[in-house]
């Protein structure tokens, strides 16, 4: 299911998805990777690395007016996911002045700094630890005339924070941030032992180099690392914040916030397309403003069409008679709708009340208080016993009385329901053990087959709810 709804508020493309149809008719270079299925519709294959290269450079031209090269062989950013990081490191470090910012491993892309320091004026120390990488970044930033806010170094292997910062100890740093490695080994990029089996497969081809991709001890111990640099940095940077890729990492990094007593924590969510991110930040500042996390994920359901149905006129005035033995005097055919309706609406114990709307229009405000609608079947299973167990007329011969001809009622037999009508119980049949016999499953159990299928609803609500 698309995310895009839930998107950061400030993302450009959360209401405004790309045009790959205007797009591939502005850019040579991306038009030659979109097709055009049977009904007229542009799409992509984000399985093709070349693809996704190609998005990803148009959108940056087209939106920002950045040129940038990427190779096939590194990590190829999403526009829509970064942009949502960015966003959100606004909301942490608030407005005012030129703000300066650090990003840990930029990638081939540079794509944190770009974009912050052409949307903001950020001041950029960026570390990149891989050689084409750190070749590209720079290469990237020049031609995009950005060398005065944005500085690439190159770091040692396994270099954080603690390393970049040794040459610059007077600098105070608004923020950190990162897109770490996620993986711990090759199997688990692959997804063995590391991916739900009920999920489906990435929509997304993963170009990614080993040491942009795969860190010793996967995402978790990578971030626990920073946390470590952060402890013994404390206040040069004013906050902290690693994106992640698996929700499970969420829970012990916040644990270990704790443990080593860090004053001010926070986390997000990041979605966009198909993915889902989260994203962490900590700092040791007192005066700093702390977003609050998003409220408890609720399911994102696609909008739901009313229900609409005719009545027929044959039916209309059917309900018409009925609703006038309740003494209603509802004259419209909607009226005498309504009236039914609500007669319904009070048998099932649900409140009701009407409410203002068009001229033409009936509007009910629904309230229900108890679960009343449910195990109706077996109820009506065990009313039917009921019926079957009253006392019978003695037989012609016996007190006199003359036995209803069940022959000619096909073996039913008729009884008066008080506020239920006429209701129509299956007589015992030859064979059977007498009033207290089980009903004909057939017919007495209304389709035993819903029961299973009512059964099995429950069952995939629950499957649904631990996916989530």
């Not at 920073?226 to 990094?253: A, E, F, V």
């Not at 019978?392 to 039913?412: L, V």
Request: with cysteine; glycine share 8%.
């Amino acid at each position: 299911m698309a995310l895009n709804k839930s998107m950061h508020p400030r993302n450009r493309y959360k209401d405004k998805p790309p045009d790959f149809a205007y797009l591939a008719s502005k850019y040579p270079e991306f038009q030659q990777h979109v097709h055009t299925n049977l009904t007229g519709r542009v799409g992509l294959n984000f399985k093709e690395p070349e693809a996704v290269r190609a998005l990803t450079c148009t959108l940056l031209k087209e939106d920002f007016g950045l040129t940038i090269e990427i190779p096939l062989e590194r990590l190829i950013p999403t526009v829509p996911l970064r942009l949502n990081y960015i966003h959100w490191v606004e909301d942490l470090i608030g407005g005012g002045g030129p703000r300066r910012g650090i990003d840990i491993g930029t990638g081939a892309s540079c794509i944190y700094p770009l974009l912050g320091a052409t949307m903001n004026g950020w001041y950029f120390l960026a570390t990149e630890v891989d050689d084409i990488c750190y070749d590209y970044a720079k290469r990237n930033v020049e031609q995009n005339h950005l060398s005065d806010l944005i500085k690439v170094v190159k770091v040692p292997q396994k270099t954080l924070l603690m390393d970049a910062l040794k040459e610059e100890t007077a600098l105070v740093y608004d923020f950190c941030m990162c897109n770490p490695p996620f993986f711990a080994n090759q199997l688990e990029a692959k997804g063995v032992n590391s991916r739900n089996a009920r999920r489906p497969p990435p929509s997304s081809v993963n170009t990614g180099g080993v040491t942009e991709i795969m860190a010793e001890g996967g995402e978790l111990e990578f971030v626990k690392r920073i946390i470590h640099d952060s402890l013994q940095l404390k206040k040069r940077l004013r906050w902290y914040s690693c994106m992640l890729g698996k929700k499970c990492s969420l829970t012990p990094l916040k644990e270990e916030l704790r443990k080593q007593g860090v004053p001010k924590v926070t986390h997000t969510e990041f979605c966009q397309g198909r993915t889902m991110r989260w994203a962490l930040a900590w700092s040791f500042c007192d005066d700093v403003n702390v977003p609050s996390p998003p409220s408890k994920k609720r399911k994102l359901e696609k909008a739901r069409k009313p229900i609409t149905f005719t009545v027929l006129g044959p039916t209309v005035r059917e309900l018409g008679a009925k609703v006038a033995t309740l003494g209603s005097t509802a004259t419209g055919s909607a009226e005498i709708v309504t009236a039914w309706t609500e007669k319904i609406l009070t048998d099932l114990r649900v409140l009701h009340k009407r409410v203002p709307c068009g001229r033409s229009e009936v509007s009910l405000f629904l309230t229900a208080v108890e679960n009343s609608w449910i195990h109706v079947r077996q109820r009506r299973r065990d009313r039917g016993r009921q019926l079957r167990e009253l006392p019978r007329a003695p037989p012609e011969g016996a007190g006199g009385t003359a036995q209803p001809d069940e022959s000619q009622a096909g073996g039913q037999v008729a009884q008066d329901v008080p506020g239920q009508g006429s209701e129509v119980a299956a007589a015992p049949q030859s064979g059977e053990s007498g009033a207290g016999a089980d009903p004909d499953p057939r017919v007495a159990d209304g389709g035993g087959a819903g029961e299973g299928e009512a059964e099995e609803a429950d069952h995939l609500g629950e499957e649904e709810e631990e996916e989530e």
